[in-house]
């Protein structure tokens, strides 16, 4: 049996569905990701239709029913919408990253409020556009990591386990994490890491607003989680948005 029910959430997706409806996939806070249809969606007057963009954060009235894989939206509101993004090709790039990160990194129907927030907060920081996009869009990465279970260890090497002392030149493997200076030595480094662009790491990784920063290290350091995704999630063959 079917239960109305009522979430917010993040549109990710959608597709068209027969001649009349649109399937969407979101990220919501109640449920997780999910999919759900709307019927009558591709119409020019269905309100909901015209609601459910990628990027879009709506209030959804769902006809949820556990064991059905695609749910049924019956009405959305707009909570909010991104103009600015629209409006800067290089923000719309990372926004949609951070999208794509949710669809791959999380499992259908498992809520994680936590996630969920961190999610809504950052796409409303990109629109509002006070730091770079790359510079929120790191920040994001380095925390949906952690959310699903890849974070990126730094307090101690990946290799040898011993305390990574910040004020020497580390490193980055992709299919192990953070070296130290020693280990960075004997494994293939993709990224070296000095005492500055740790620290500007770190900071990140906590949430913390930068003062300065090394735009073109900040765009190796992407490239370089990704690549560590690459390596230990089956199927993950980059983020495609970035890649525009």
């Not at 709307?38 to 309100?47: A, P």
């Not at 909010?80 to 499992?107: G, Q």
């Not at 994490?177 to 790491?201: D, R, V, W």
Request: hydrophobic share 40%.
């Amino acid at each position: 049996m079917s239960q109305i029910e009522k979430t917010e959430g993040i549109v990710l997706s959608k597709l068209d569905y027969s001649d009349s409806s649109k399937i969407v996939s979101l990220y919501t806070e109640e449920f997780g990701k999910i999919s759900a249809i709307v019927k009558g969606g591709r119409g020019k007057n269905s309100k909901v239709g015209l609601v459910v963009d990628p990027l879009n954060i709506v209030n959804f009235v769902l006809y949820n029913k556990e064991q059905r894989e695609v749910q049924l939206i019956s009405g959305a509101e707009m909570v909010f919408y991104p103009v600015h993004l629209h409006d800067d090709f290089d923000s719309m790039k990372y926004a949609y990253a951070v999208l794509e990160l949710l669809k791959y990194l999380t499992v259908e129907n498992e809520a994680n409020q936590r996630l969920y927030r961190g999610s809504r907060k950052i796409l409303q920081l990109m629109d509002a556009k006070q730091e770079p996009s790359e510079i929120i869009f790191l920040k994001y990465f380095l925390f949906i990591l952690q959310e699903t279970g890849f974070e990126i260890q730094m307090d101690t090497c990946s290799i040898c386990h011993k305390e990574i002392q910040k004020e020497k030149i580390n490193g980055f493997n992709y299919e192990h994490g953070m070296l130290c200076s020693a280990c960075k030595n004997l494994y293939h480094t993709f990224l070296e890491i000095p005492m500055e662009l740790f620290e500007q790491i770190y900071s990140l990784k906590v949430g913390k607003r930068l003062k300065n920063y090394n735009l073109p290290a900040m765009k190796k350091l992407i490239i370089a989680l990704e690549k560590f995704l690459k390596f230990h999630v089956q199927g993950f063959s980059g983020i495609k948005s970035l890649q525009m």
